[in-house]
């Protein structure tokens, strides 16, 4: 749903590892969704999207899933680096509505 | 890099003043969508532009404007400023063409009021 809050949930893993980031969205009308990328000090970097009618997109060291059932939303990085780091929010479009809904955003840091 | 330009990158400004940011969009784009970002939070939608016409709003007050110009560039102007409204202005470039489009986002406009 919409960000709330200044506390950003953190992922921290190791270099080289896996990473999973989750969002839980809001609206059950919506029918695409993005994942972006944003380091400090930037705007937010298109990642993957994925529209209702599919469950799994993958791209390169990325793939995104999504559970309708549960509203659920996640973005799998593959071998993490550091330039990996970042905050990751996922975003919704409703059915019909010009804009983009984000969620809360998690922030993703690696460890050497 | 996306190809979206906003200006300027940073500025302060005093409670009550009026503020005008910029974009220029991405090239082959033509719709321009404007969010607020606070700090620590997700970007919030506060309202589009399609066709030099205002399509789409957010929970924004009417104090919250912009324009579209034939180019597809956009203001977002905010009048009458308050502390709240410090934060991250982000403007985003689309082709409005098919059911759903990528958004791409500019580098934003950090206004701080003080």
């Known amino acids: 749903g919409e960000s709330v809050g200044l506390h950003l949930p953190t992922l921290s893993v190791q270099e080289g590892d896996n990473s999973i980031i989750n969002c839980a969205y809001s609206n059950s009308a919506s029918d695409y969704f993005i994942w972006y990328k944003q380091e400090s000090g930037k705007g937010p970097q298109f990642i993957i999207d994925i529209r209702s009618n599919m469950d799994k997109r993958q791209g390169q060291r990325v793939t995104v899933l999504l559970n309708k059932t549960v509203k659920h939303l996640s973005l799998q990085i593959a071998a993490t680096q550091p330039g990996d780091s970042a905050v990751y929010f996922c975003a919704e479009e409703p059915q019909g509505a010009q804009k983009l809904v984000f969620g809360q955003g998690t922030r993703l840091t690696i460890n050497p | 890099e996306t190809g979206v330009t906003q200006s300027p990158t940073h500025l302060i400004k005093t409670r009550g003043q009026q503020v005008t940011l910029r974009c220029s969009s991405q090239s082959g784009h033509n719709t321009v969508s404007w969010y607020q970002q606070a700090l620590g939070q997700g970007p919030q939608f506060i309202f589009q532009?399609?066709?030099?016409?205002?399509?789409g709003r957010g929970n924004f007050p009417p104090r919250f404007s912009g324009l579209q110009f034939p180019n597809y560039s956009s203001e977002l102007n905010v009048n009458a400023l308050e502390l709240d409204d410090s934060a991250l202005y982000l403007c985003?470039?689309?082709?409005?063409?098919?059911?759903?489009?990528?958004?791409?986002f500019g580098p934003g406009t950090r206004l701080t009021v003080t």
């Open positions: 532009y399609y066709r030099e016409e205002e399509n």
């Open positions: 985003a470039s689309s082709f409005s063409g098919g059911a759903h489009y990528e958004q791409y």
